[in-house]
């Protein structure tokens, strides 16, 4: 797991460690001491941790006028036993979402199990998002995280599954990832209204 590193190529446009409303502003990297780990793993300097000891971010891009993040995910993410989505919500959203933004993607490719307790706080933060035309979208997870995630009704609140697969978006610059997916997101909300 050491060598997963996070989305790179957008560093010339957005680095959150620079960014003074990031929940990660002002975080120094070291590239030679792997200190972080996932059980056993090692894992890559550059992920930031947020308060899971199992479930990693890196924040790719934040734009503050348009009002969305681009956020990827490594790790198990564990509702259940280390309740990763109230620190991911308390620590990294809620930040975020007082610097203005309220549409999140989530890049999920990397997210390798999910084990849920209850809805609650994904409730929570779609609650607060859609009130001002916000939306929460989980990129290309597994297709047996997807299940899972199904399993505790998370797609009642955020948008994730088949339509949700996007596997070209390392080629993309970050707008255009965000408006491919928002003009999915809205077709298929509007199919579902």
């Given at each position: ?11 010339e446009?957005y ?58 995910m ?10 990763d ?21 989530l ?13 609650c706080?994904?409730?929570?933060w779609?609650?607060?998002?859609a009130?001002?035309?916000?939306w929460?979208?989980f ?12 399993q ?10 088949e339509d949700?697969?996007l596997l ?9 990832l ?11 909300q509007?199919?579902?209204?």
């Amino acid at each position: 797991m050491h060598a997963i590193e996070p989305h790179f190529l957008w560093r010339e446009l957005y680095i959150a460690s620079e960014d003074a409303h990031s929940p990660f502003y002002g975080r120094v990297y070291d590239e030679f001491v792997f200190s972080q780990r996932i059980y056993n793993y090692l894992i890559h300097p550059q992920w930031d941790a947020f308060g899971s000891p199992t479930l990693y971010t890196k924040l790719l891009y934040a734009d503050y006028e348009e009002g969305y993040a681009i956020c990827e995910m490594l790790g198990e993410w564990n509702d259940c036993l280390q309740n990763d989505i109230m620190f991911l919500k308390r620590e990294v959203i809620e930040p975020l979402q007082e610097a203005g933004i309220r549409r999140f993607v989530l890049l999920c490719e990397q997210v390798l199990s999910f084990h849920g307790s209850d809805d609650c706080y994904y409730q929570e933060w779609f609650e607060e998002v859609a009130e001002e035309g916000g939306w929460i979208v989980f990129l290309n997870l597994l297709p047996h995280v997807t299940d899972e995630m199904r399993q505790m009704n998370i797609h009642h609140f955020v948008q994730l599954g088949e339509d949700c697969q996007l596997l070209e978006w390392r080629t993309m610059k970050p707008q255009a990832l965000y408006r491919q997916v928002r003009d999915g997101f809205l077709h298929t909300q509007r199919e579902l209204g």
